[in-house]
């Protein structure tokens, strides 16, 4: 069955470090998704991406992050300089127009 | 924003028994799905619910657009159903999923 893939599934990181978490999505969705989790609260929307732009982002999503999708198959989350309130269970989904698929998350922590 | 609640925030039961959880949200959607987040973190797709009733073995939902509301029940209970159970809206069709706090279960031998 097809799956959601997110490496990797765990990274610490330094404060001020640049990450990039990588995702390849559902071969033939369209649309593609990063949430995060902070540990112990519900599951937040960052940004949606759609049609090689972004479509919606959240107030979370400011300047330090960015999204990419350099080639047909993968999706990247990049966070420019990390902060420590960035630890978090970071999940990217995928959906073809209606119910959406999440990959199994990367755990950041920042130290 | 559209806002969605879940209840009760926490369940208790004890292997063998069924349970209801709700999801209340303020407006109307396109898309309703429920997770169930194991102890691993990952979110498991249950149920692609905007409307009607979904069974899924020991599992299924039930959602009332017009009331928005669903309703997922769990029968006969087993250890492995512990987690979090999230419900999730989308307002429009491609749009971001506003996700509920969550109904933490816990299932006892």
């Known amino acids: 069955e097809p799956e959601v893939t997110q490496t990797p599934s765990h990274q610490v990181t330094q404060m001020g470090q640049e990450v990039i978490l990588r995702c390849v999505p559902i071969s033939n969705h369209l649309y593609f998704y990063w949430y995060r989790q902070i540990l112990g609260q519900k599951v937040e929307f960052l940004v949606s991406?759609?049609?090689?732009?972004?479509?919606?982002k959240s107030e979370i999503f400011d300047d330090q992050f960015s999204v990419e999708r350099p080639d047909g198959s993968n999706f990247t989350l990049k966070i420019r300089s990390t902060k420590l309130e960035d630890s978090a269970m970071y999940f990217c989904?995928?959906?073809?127009?209606?119910?959406?698929?999440f990959g199994q998350g990367t755990r950041l922590t920042v130290v | 924003g559209i806002q969605v609640e879940q209840s009760p925030p926490d369940l208790i039961l004890q292997e063998g028994a069924n349970s209801t959880l709700r999801c209340n949200f303020s407006d109307s959607v396109n898309n309703l799905q429920w997770f169930h987040q194991n102890p691993w973190g990952q979110l498991i797709n249950l149920f692609y619910i905007p409307s009607g009733t979904k069974q899924n073995g020991r599992l299924s939902a039930t959602t009332v657009a017009t009331e928005r509301y669903s309703l997922l029940y769990i029968s006969s209970s087993q250890t492995t159903d512990s987690g979090v159970y999230f419900c999730?809206?989308?307002?429009?069709?491609?749009?971001?999923?506003?996700f509920g706090e969550g109904t933490q279960l816990t299932v006892n031998p």
């Open positions: 991406f759609y049609n090689n732009e972004i479509s919606e």
């Open positions: 989904a995928s959906s073809e127009v209606t119910e959406a698929f």
């Open positions: 999730a809206v989308e307002e429009t069709s491609g749009s971001r999923l506003t």
